[in-house]
């Protein structure tokens, strides 16, 4: 595995690749890699002819009373767990390598970034955006693998792809869960063995709240009060959001369509870590009602 | 020569060229070309194997009280004229084709975008930015050639190719005028001959506020009192701004250095059309005087 750090080489690199007609795909990540980055690396190797990762801590993604300076980083570690997933390229830019003439040029994708996640974190999604379509122009992949579990972000990073033009077809891969539910993140490093196992109660409420929907609730501020109620069993855990949304654009409608696809969404910090997490429900069409069809004379 | 209609055809169009050692030339236009337009595709087909023009009317850059449907239209006159200026392909996209989700996503390049002109265009710079990177992601290009006469436009995408690592080198070329001085604008056609004949007034005051600076003025205000008092010699002509500021970053100090450069700008409107103008200027090192120096003992 080669490690590259100026933005130029990588560039050459993705060109030769692609003018020997492979097809280049990319991880970006923050670094400290878990399971969860290491099934985005091997989906990419699985799909794409060669596979670069992306180890860069974005400071514009951060608010200043952010983990920025805290957040983990371990470079032996992630060259390990990489070179392991089959990565071809590690891509390890410094500040000055991706941001050399400072922070001021930026992208937003509108409405989406400042709903939801957005609105407890401003600044989060136009600072991805912008990192995203920087690397994006430093890696020139045909594909990008992107974690089910940074939800909105998914969405942001495909209208940023689909909007500017960049052509670079988006794959969002499935969350990667501890033995007892909790999604994979970095920031988990942040929490006690007793957090962790009292964290579970995320993924339990998601699922419970699946099965309310899929006994036929479709009415958003009801879908929302049962797993708020859920969350609330775990005395401590601070709530920033709870929700159902449509999964292709986040609306929030009164009533959910039938036969629609939601999603739950929640964000929420535990002694001092946040988490978020989300799971996919398909709304379902009720059953039609052979006794009303002929009734109606049809 | 070509005519590509489809983003996806311009990229795969672009890569095979690339691929094939070629460098790839783009000048991006809003058509009705003239001379001046031609003179950058001239110089993008000196300078690179295969030239791109775009033609494309951008929605996103005209505020709702500007031109952008009376703005002048003419595909047979434009095909003719890139076709004689030694172009390779024609880019012509719908609104449909470059803005297919509509207009939420966009790019800015910070505090140079919203002074100077930014203050009468508070969109415009933004709105350049903008679908500057989306021709630049269909277009890949090596080298874009652009205009000095939007000289602020000209910083507005040097920014945006260097802090968004879009690794295209930007060319600026000269401004073409007609034989009375006046800059080549496609919003020339709105002024009538009269118009036209007084509009000559802008050039002038460039040239002589540049001999005024060349006699050794370096205070701020007094060139740009000098530059005003020109440009009031016609009736009429509404001053937007006349200033001079630092060809570099348009930064305004007190007094210019000497051996910096100084960028004279106007941007001012004759009847009803809106006219730019500028003009760059070496400040002179002051003559190191013979006689101090013998007093000094050096």
Redesign the interface.
């Known amino acids: 595995m080669k490690v590259i750090r100026s ?2 080489e990588l ?1 050459q690199y993705s ?1 030769e690749q ?2 020997n007609g492979r097809v280049v795909g990319f991880v970006p990540t923050m670094g400290y890699l878990h399971e969860g980055h290491t099934s985005l690396i091997t989906r990419a190797s699985v799909e794409c002819d060669v596979v670069i990762t992306s180890l860069f801590v974005n400071p514009t993604q951060f608010a200043p009373h952010e983990d920025f300076d805290s957040y983990p980083r371990d470079f032996e570690h992630d060259y390990n767990l990489a070179k392991k997933a089959d990565c071809d390229v590690l891509f390890v830019p410094s500040r000055e390598e ?5 922070e ?9 970034a400042y709903k939801i996640e957005g609105k407890f974190r401003p600044h989060f999604f136009d600072g991805v ?1 912008t990192v995203v ?2 690397l994006f ?2 890696a020139l992949p045909n594909k990008a693998f992107f974690g089910q579990k940074d939800y909105q972000q998914s969405l942001v990073v495909k ?2 792809s ?6 670079v077809e988006i794959v969002v891969c499935p969350i990667v869960r501890e033995t007892n539910g909790l999604a994979m993140s970095s920031r988990n490093k942040y929490l006690t063995d007793e957090q962790k196992d009292n964290a579970k109660i995320l993924f339990k409420s998601l699922v419970a709240t699946k099965e309310y929907i899929e006994s036929g609730i479709r009415n958003r501020k009801k879908i929302n009060a049962y797993l708020h109620d859920m969350l609330r069993r775990l005395d401590g855990l601070k709530i920033d959001y709870a929700i159902a949304a449509d999964s292709n654009n986040l609306d929030e409608p009164n009533d959910f369509e039938e036969g629609s696809q939601v999603v739950l969404l929640i964000g929420a910090v535990l002694g001092k870590t946040r988490l978020i997490d989300n799971l996919l429900v398909k709304v379902p069409i009720e059953k039609f009602n052979e006794d009303d069809r002929f009734e109606e004379g049809l």
């Open positions: 933005v130029s560039r060109i692609q003018s991706m941001y050399p003439y400072g001021s040029t930026s992208l937003s994708v509108g409405d989406l955006a379509a920087k122009n430093a209208s940023l689909r909007d500017m033009l960049m052509g």
